[in-house]
């Protein structure tokens, strides 16, 4: 079984621990808040308060004997860097750093940490590259918080009914509108494309290839959606 250690509990250590572990991953938590211990206790293997610059009791909890380390510290470079120094003495050749600046990547690219993270980043490239593939045709951000976008249906989608899809309940959107096209013949009998759009959509209706869904739903939601579906094999 994989053994990984998560150490700072934050909104990004905490997703990555507790999906490590619900993928059948051993983990090791580490944050020195007992608020967050408490918190993740039951959705991992083993949740540890402790500060990550004491060696010793890095140490103890086997941080030397993981496959990969996940230092999630962005908000305090002092500690991170401190951190990341100890691991590296500790022998820990597979650390993943959560940098929330760029002066921060940059000292411990200089440490010689290869995998950093800059979360923000990654999802404002991934979000632009989305754009830039033809999935979203639109996007538009509402003041409420919300945004609307054109997006075009996945292949994985296809065949599908939005009941099936459940995209109120599993992603927290909402489908406004089906743009689709429809091969219908003219008074003249002429054979044509016609673009047609269902703003009335029900559960029943079926998502067809080439459809465009018209979403809206908060701005997290609707970039975790445009982030997910733009992976390799959705
Ligand atoms: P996010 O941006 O993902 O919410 P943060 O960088 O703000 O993440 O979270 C940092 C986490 O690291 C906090 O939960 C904090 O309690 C924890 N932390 C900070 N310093 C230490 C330390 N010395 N030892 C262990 N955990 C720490």
Do not use: C
Not at 1 to 9: D, E, P, Q, R, T
Not at 20 to 33: M, S
Not at 39 to 64: F, H, P, R, W, Y
Not at 108 to 136: D, R, T, V, Y
Request: net charge negative; proline share 2%; hydrophobic share 45%.
């Amino acid at each position: 079984m994989a053994k990984f250690a998560v150490i700072g509990l934050g909104k990004f250590g905490m997703t990555v621990a507790t999906t490590l572990y619900k993928n059948g991953a051993e983990v090791v938590a580490i944050d020195n808040n007992q608020e967050l211990i408490d918190e993740v206790k039951d959705s991992v293997s083993v949740a540890v308060n402790m500060n990550s610059t004491n060696e010793k009791a890095l140490k103890m909890n086997g941080i030397q004997d993981m496959d990969a380390v996940i230092l999630a510290i962005g908000n305090n470079i002092e500690v991170s860097v401190l951190t990341s120094v100890i691991l590296k003495k500790l022998g820990v050749s597979n650390i993943y750093a959560k940098v929330d600046s760029k002066v921060h990547a940059r000292i411990l690219e200089l440490l010689g940490i290869k995998n950093i993270i800059f979360p923000e980043e990654q999802i404002g490239l991934q979000i632009a590259n989305s754009l830039l593939s033809g999935n979203i045709l639109e996007y538009v951000d509402l003041s409420s918080g919300h945004s609307v976008i054109e997006f075009k249906v996945p292949e994985s989608w296809v065949g599908k009914t939005l009941q099936e899809l459940a995209l109120p309940t599993k992603r927290g959107v909402n489908v406004v509108a089906i743009k689709y096209t429809a091969q219908e013949i003219t008074e003249d009998g002429e054979n044509v494309t016609i673009q047609r759009v269902n703003d009335l959509p029900g559960a029943n209706d079926v998502i067809k290839h080439g459809d465009v869904l018209v979403l809206i739903g908060p701005k997290t939601k609707i970039n975790n959606l445009i982030t997910e579906t733009s992976k390799k094999g959705f």
